[in-house]
């Protein structure tokens, strides 16, 4: 699996950039260069302080007063359960792009050019806003936060402006492996119809209206459930005079709404609104799921899984710990120094260990060159069992604790910090003491704890693998780690659907038409029918020795492959015309029903030349590319049952791609090969270039290196060696349900 | 579409302004050897910058070995004489601090930021890289893969992620500006030992760097340490700045890029003054009037009049010697680029024929004075503001008056940069353009 490992050297080939000989210049008594000095008494955190009060609407405010720099920052914040969007999902995102577009008193063009007159910052997001701005400007700043929070008018000019650039959003997204898998990630991660995991589309987008943002607005945008938090150059009165001049009068109407049997709750205008959707939690096996992308020269990797995982949980701060070990941020964690700094494969690798009041989740995730990424995958489920399985180190542990306690000190000096721990505290409903004690629990926690938080909140046996990258140079290899096996990839679009080819209908033509020009791309019906006989060879280098398929195709049917790895045989298939046997290291079986007619279907130089009786139907499905070409697709129903997917170059004509499904080793497989590099022989042409994924060989791509047509073949080749079949002539069926047997 | 700005422009946004009446203070001092040394004191949080700029970027390099000095960057956090493989990030993070570094066409800069308990951790960690530093092959060969993914993660796959790469090699010919810092992997394959160590001895010596130390420190004390732990590392050659000048952009080069992308895009790039110098501030505050705030000229006329464009920007690149003014926007679904290219030239042609009224530019003065304050709020920012104005703007006192330069541009000023600088009859233009649009 350790494809791409850079280098198996491992010892130390000696100094390299030492540069001069400086030993003398070091005998400086005073310092020991040999070992990192010893720190100094380490110095006390201040955790800084914050008031709060309440305005008579409900209104809550929180102070941090820190004179340090000129400046002041806001923040309003609503307190809003994750619902669901359902068909028009995504219309909540659009609150943070029309909150500031339009207000009773401003238009846009006017709110943008007052924010910037004051050189000022004011970023609208779907539960609030942020602004700052220097102290002198504060009072200004304040008469546009309050007419954006409590006067947006949704216009519906500005809507459709806002529209407009996510349509194009949404079409750009498809072409950013990241924002794929951001989207994609939670989409897998809590299913499509969880808050967290809806994905808004080209569809649901159009079904957006005003209608559905206004009224989420005045659902969740009220005082009660507000929180107005200033941070920087401001005294507490100063606040309090602010908070009351602009919020102290704000009692909106209270929206009507109606309590539903389920015990969800509808309002006019939005419809249902389900207040808590189910828990997601991690279940099932561990699944795959692979966005395509052609060429991609990397694939973002995720694997994560839902968790029921709340900030106030007494366990949440282990299982930090646990995530900083694992890949929460230092450069020494586990998925860091494996992945980048021992393979070379990425440039970096980070986990995040998300909790939320309302549904947590894991992640992994990586960027890897193309041909290690079930590597990759393998080595990230190999650290989150080890880390089930192991205690930590009190190293790594040690490491962790202070990082972590250094991050919480870094973090204090910005001032804003403080503010985040006690709008913190109100929203998850933290213990008062939460971030007093931080450090000191911090300290507390041991091994026994980090591997019972991996315990608890890490799920290699159901995580779920998405892989935005190119299919077909990891299919196999990663199909294996999943423990899915009816379908152990399953390919998704860009939205995170089931994936569907991207087909345009074609009325102009048939299947047959492009059969036929099919035949006379490669020569001519005539020329084809004229290939009585045929040999091929072809070749692959496995390692160090050569993978080879020998073909031999005589007249009604008779064919033999002989595949060899090195001088070693490992499959040898023939068919005599009415019967075929495989023979492999495990003997030789006879292939019967389906897998008889298959071969039968398939062993013939150009299957296109002779089709009559052998199809149940055949359909021009449409217009689809094949690796940025135009092809048309065609699918063909055999007589027996199987259903292969053919595609023809629109403009050579030419067979370039053919897909079959077929049930293997207990799974469903999706088969595909490529056809390249056609070349006459004898005046019809073959491909040279035969790939194939899927398949029993895995994923190979041959080179023809020896094609003979109406060369003549022994008919010995054909034999195959089976038992002859012992046919009775008579049946004597005994009554008492023995077949004449009697007697020995 | 937050995401659609690409890492490699946004990190060369231009370099941070300052105001007068908030003067950051410090003191500075070189050693015998060299090393410049300057030290900011400010103790409302127990934290400490410790950090290091060597005068070195991609500009130093020669052309078969493009990519060098951001691949040596990542080399340098291998270990020393005193430090095992790996065990340089460890030290710093069993301290509870963090650490990173950055290289540009024109400088590489590490840091840490520490407890400031850990000071002497911070200096000891950056005198040993200074002083000799180690690698392995394993290490080299590491990182050569790790550098190889952060080119693909970066620019390769990343839509509109080339821009950077194909805009300098049309805007240059003889300067090295003309390739990206991030390098070719064929250059970085191809470095042998000799070039490590000759590039070490060359540019890695303290007289060719500037360490700056900031946050909760006595300053005397720290002077002392500082002597301490670089005061001993022998003073290296004087090292010699590349000298090419490149000759002034004449004409328009035009050219189509395909690239994975669902919306096309327009790139222009004009040729500008050096960062520091007079003219490049009234350049900088045309690019800020273009596309500062959403009240700004591209933005309320692309995106929110014309309904052209998803995104614009207009960015200068703040470079040692003359740099590049990059105007970016995508197009929204349907809109054509020639179109979308018109209407940029269109806001450029208005500020060259009408100039800026005094409001506007009040505006964009304002906006400057609050990102100075935002951007010295924590000692890391000071640190490496002050590292820069040191190496790149001709003294460390820039930190303290480069405000004053944008400050004092006027309207008829900024009117000549725009017709001085910003000619479509000389400059680079890109159209990229969807895959599928490319002719077979």
Same mark, same amino acid.
């Given at each position: 699996m350790n494809r791409g490992t850079p280098s198996d050297r491992s010892t130390r080939i000696g100094v390299l950039l030492a540069v001069g000989l400086l030993a003398p210049v070091l005998m400086n008594?005073?310092?020991?260069?040999?070992?990192?000095?010893?720190?100094?008494?380490?110095?006390?955190?201040?955790?800084?302080?914050?008031?709060?009060?309440?305005?008579?609407?409900?209104?809550?405010?929180?102070?941090?007063?820190?004179?340090?720099?000129?400046?002041?920052?806001?923040?309003?914040?609503?307190?809003?359960?994750?619902?669901?969007?359902?068909?028009?999902?995504?219309?909540?995102?659009?609150?943070?792009?029309?909150?500031?577009?339009?207000?009773?008193?401003?238009?846009?063009?006017?709110?943008?050019?007052?924010?910037?007159?004051?050189?000022?910052?004011?970023?609208?997001?779907?539960?609030?806003?942020?602004?700052?701005?220097?102290?002198?400007?504060?009072?200004?700043?304040?008469?546009?936060?309050?007419?954006?929070?409590?006067?947006?008018?949704?216009?519906?000019?500005?809507?459709?402006?806002?529209?407009?650039?996510?349509?194009?959003?949404?079409?750009?997204?498809?072409?950013?492996p990241d924002a794929i898998a951001e989207v994609v990630g939670r989409a897998v991660t809590y299913g499509r119809v969880h808050p967290y995991g809806e994905v808004m589309t080209e569809r649901t987008l159009e079904s957006i209206s005003t209608k559905h943002i206004k009224a989420y607005y005045d659902l969740f945008f009220r005082p009660e459930k507000g929180y107005l938090v200033f941070v920087g150059d401001i005294t507490e009165k100063e606040a309090k005079d602010l908070a009351q001049e602009h919020f102290g009068g704000w009692r909106p109407d209270r929206p009507v709404t109606s309590m539903n049997d389920d015990g969800s709750e509808s309002m006019e205008g939005l419809g249902k609104v389900r207040i808590m959707p189910k828990l997601a939690t991690p279940g099932g096996v561990r699944r795959v799921f692979v966005v395509d992308r052609p060429g991609s020269p990397q694939s973002v990797v995720r694997v994560g899984f839902p968790l029921n995982l709340q900030p106030r949980d007494i366990r949440a701060l282990s299982a930090q710990v646990l995530n900083t070990i694992l890949g929460g941020g230092v450069f020494n964690a586990r998925l860091m120094q494996n992945l980048r700094e021992d393979k070379g494969w990425t440039y970096g690798a980070y986990s995040t260990m998300e909790s939320d009041r309302f549904n947590g989740h894991f992640q992994a995730s990586v960027s890897v060159r193309t041909a290690v990424t079930d590597s990759a995958v393998a080595e990230i489920i190999k650290e989150l069992e080890r880390?089930?399985?192991?205690?930590?180190?009190?190293?790594?542990?040690?490491?962790?604790?202070?990082?972590? @306690?250094?991050?919480?000190?870094? %973090?204090?000096?910005?001032?804003?910090? +403080?503010?985040?721990? /006690? !709008?913190?505290?109100?929203?998850?409903?933290?213990?008062?003491?939460?971030?007093?004690?931080?450090?000191?629990?911090?300290?507390?926690?041991?091994?026994?704890?980090?591997?019972?938080?991996?315990?608890?909140?890490?799920?290699?046996?159901? @995580?779920?693998?998405?892989?935005? %990258?190119?299919?077909?140079?990891?299919? +196999?290899?990663?199909? /294996? !780690?999943?423990?899915?096996?009816?379908?152990?990839?399953?390919?998704?679009?860009?939205?995170?659907a089931p994936w569907e080819e991207d087909i345009t209908p074609v009325t102009d033509r048939k299947a047959e038409d492009i059969i036929e020009g099919y035949l006379k791309a490669i020569g001519g019906r005539n020329l084809v029918g004229q290939v009585k006989d045929m040999h091929r060879v072809m070749t692959v280098q496995r390692g160090d020795k050569e993978l080879k398929v020998s073909e031999w195709f005589g007249p009604d049917g008779h064919y033999r492959s002989e595949t060899t790895l090195g001088d070693q045989r490992t499959e040898l298939l023939v068919h005599d015309g009415l019967r075929a046997g495989r023979t492999d290291a495990q003997g030789q079986v006879e292939l019967t029903d389906v897998d008889l007619q298959d071969l039968q279907f398939n062993a013939v130089p150009v299957r296109e030349s002779d089709l009559v009786g052998r199809l149940d139907r055949m359909v021009l499905a449409g217009r689809t590319e094949v690796e940025g070409k135009d092809a048309y697709k065609v699918i063909l129903m055999t007589q027996h049952g199987t259903t292969v997917a053919d595609y023809f170059d629109v403009a050579t004509g030419l067979k370039v791609k053919r897909v079959e499904q077929k049930f293997m080793n207990g799974s469903n497989q999706r088969i595909t090969t490529t056809y390249g590099d056609h070349r006459s022989v004898g005046g019809v042409q073959f491909p040279y270039r035969i790939g194939q994924t899927g398949g029993t060989l895995g994923r190979v791509q041959f080179t023809v290196t020896e094609l003979d047509v109406n060369k003549g073949v022994l008919p010995a080749l054909f034999t195959t060696g089976l038992p002859p079949i012992v046919e009775p002539t008579e049946f004597e069926t005994d009554p008492d349900g023995y077949n004449g047997i009697e007697g020995q | 579409m937050r995401n659609l700005m690409t890492i490699p422009l946004a990190t060369m946004l231009a370099a941070p302004a300052v105001a007068q009446s908030r003067a950051i203070t410090y003191?500075?001092?070189?050693?015998?050897?060299?090393?410049?040394?300057?030290?900011?004191?400010?103790?409302?949080?127990?934290?400490?910058?410790?950090?290091?700029?060597?005068?070195?970027?991609?500009?130093?390099?020669?052309?078969?070995?493009?990519?060098?000095?951001?691949?040596?960057?990542?080399?340098?956090?291998?270990?020393?004489?005193?430090?095992?493989?790996?065990?340089?990030?460890?030290?710093?993070?069993?301290?509870?601090?963090?650490?990173?570094?950055?290289?540009?066409?024109?400088?590489?800069?590490?840091?840490?930021?520490?407890?400031?308990?850990?000071?002497?951790?911070?200096?000891?960690?950056?005198?040993?890289?200074?002083?000799?530093?180690?690698?392995?092959?394993?290490?080299?060969?590491?990182?050569?893969?790790?550098?190889?993914?952060?080119?693909?993660?970066?620019?390769?796959?990343?839509?509109?992620?080339?821009?950077?790469?194909?805009?300098?090699?049309?805007?240059?010919?003889?300067?090295?500006?003309?390739?990206?810092?991030?390098?070719?992997?064929?250059?970085?394959?191809?470095a042998s030992e000799t070039d490590y160590v000759n590039f070490y001895k060359q540019f890695y010596v303290p007289n060719n760097a500037v360490l700056v130390v900031a946050g909760d420190i006595d300053p005397t004390t720290c002077k002392a340490l500082v002597g301490r732990y670089f005061g001993d590392i022998p003073r290296g050659k004087e090292v010699v700045q590349p000298t090419a000048i490149e000759p002034p952009l004449k004409g328009v080069i035009r050219d189509v890029i395909h690239d994975r992308i669902q919306l096309p895009a327009v790139v222009t790039a004009y040729r500008i003054p050096a960062n520091g110098t007079k003219e490049f501030y009234a350049v900088d505050l045309v690019n800020r009037l273009l596309s500062n705030g959403n009240s700004s000229r591209l933005n309320v006329a692309l995106k929110e009049e014309q309904q052209k464009a998803v995104y614009v920007g207009a960015f200068s690149l703040p470079f040692e010697h003359p740099g590049l003014a990059i105007h970016f926007a995508i197009a929204n679904a349907g809109v054509d680029v020639v179109e979308l290219e018109r209407a940029m030239d269109s806001e450029l042609g208005r500020i060259q024929k009408l100039g800026v009224p005094e409001a506007e530019l009040a505006k964009l003065k304002a906006q400057l004075e609050t990102e100075y304050i935002a951007d010295n709020s924590r000692v890391a920012g000071v640190a490496n503001n002050l590292a820069t104005a040191y190496t790149m703007l001709g003294g460390t006192e820039q930190v303290n008056t480069e405000l004053d330069k944008y400050l004092a541009v006027t309207v008829e000023e900024l009117r000549q940069a725009a017709v001085d600088h910003f000619s479509t009859n000389d400059r680079v233009v890109l159209h990229y353009l969807p895959l599928s649009q490319k002719q077979p």
């Open positions: 008594a005073q310092i020991d260069r040999s070992a990192p000095p010893k720190p100094g008494p380490a110095p006390a955190v201040d955790l800084g302080e914050h008031h709060t009060f309440t305005l008579k609407n409900g209104f809550r405010v929180i102070v941090v007063e820190n004179h340090k720099l000129p400046m002041v920052n806001v923040q309003v914040r609503f307190d809003i359960p994750p619902i669901v969007q359902g068909e028009k999902a995504g219309y909540i995102d659009f609150l943070g792009d029309l909150l500031a577009s339009g207000t009773a008193t401003r238009t846009k063009a006017q709110m943008d050019e007052q924010v910037d007159q004051l050189g000022a910052t004011l970023a609208a997001t779907n539960d609030g806003l942020y602004a700052s701005s220097l102290k002198k400007n504060l009072p200004a700043l304040m008469t546009l936060v309050q007419d954006v929070v409590t006067g947006p008018t949704f216009q519906e000019t500005e809507f459709e402006k806002v529209r407009t650039r996510t349509r194009s959003a949404i079409q750009q997204r498809k072409e950013e880390l089930r399985n192991e205690p930590v180190s009190d190293e790594e542990l040690d490491l962790a604790k202070r990082y972590m @306690a250094g991050s919480f000190a870094r %973090g204090l000096e910005d001032p804003r910090t +403080v503010a985040r721990f /006690a !709008l913190n505290t109100y929203l998850n409903e933290l213990a008062p003491d939460h971030y007093a004690t931080y450090l000191e629990r911090l300290e507390g926690i041991t091994t026994v704890d980090v591997q019972a938080a991996a315990q608890a909140f890490l799920h290699p046996d159901q @995580a779920i693998i998405l892989v935005v %990258g190119d299919l077909a140079s990891f299919d +196999v290899e990663l199909a /294996a !780690l999943s423990r899915d096996r009816s379908n152990p990839i399953m390919q998704l679009d860009e939205n995170g | 003191t500075e001092f070189d050693l015998d050897n060299g090393l410049h040394v300057i030290l900011h004191e400010d103790h409302s949080t127990p934290i400490v910058a410790v950090s290091v700029m060597y005068h070195v970027g991609s500009k130093n390099e020669t052309k078969d070995r493009r990519g060098f000095a951001h691949f040596f960057e990542h080399l340098l956090f291998e270990g020393s004489e005193n430090i095992g493989r790996g065990e340089f990030s460890k030290h710093v993070e069993k301290a509870g601090g963090v650490l990173n570094a950055n290289t540009t066409g024109d400088r590489t800069y590490y840091y840490e930021v520490l407890p400031s308990n850990q000071l002497e951790l911070g200096l000891w960690l950056e005198s040993e890289r200074m002083l000799h530093a180690k690698v392995d092959q394993k290490g080299v060969d590491t990182q050569r893969e790790v550098v190889k993914e952060e080119r693909r993660q970066r620019y390769e796959n990343q839509p509109y992620g080339s821009i950077l790469i194909e805009v300098l090699k049309r805007a240059y010919t003889v300067h090295p500006y003309q390739w990206p810092t991030i390098g070719f992997m064929e250059d970085l394959n191809a």
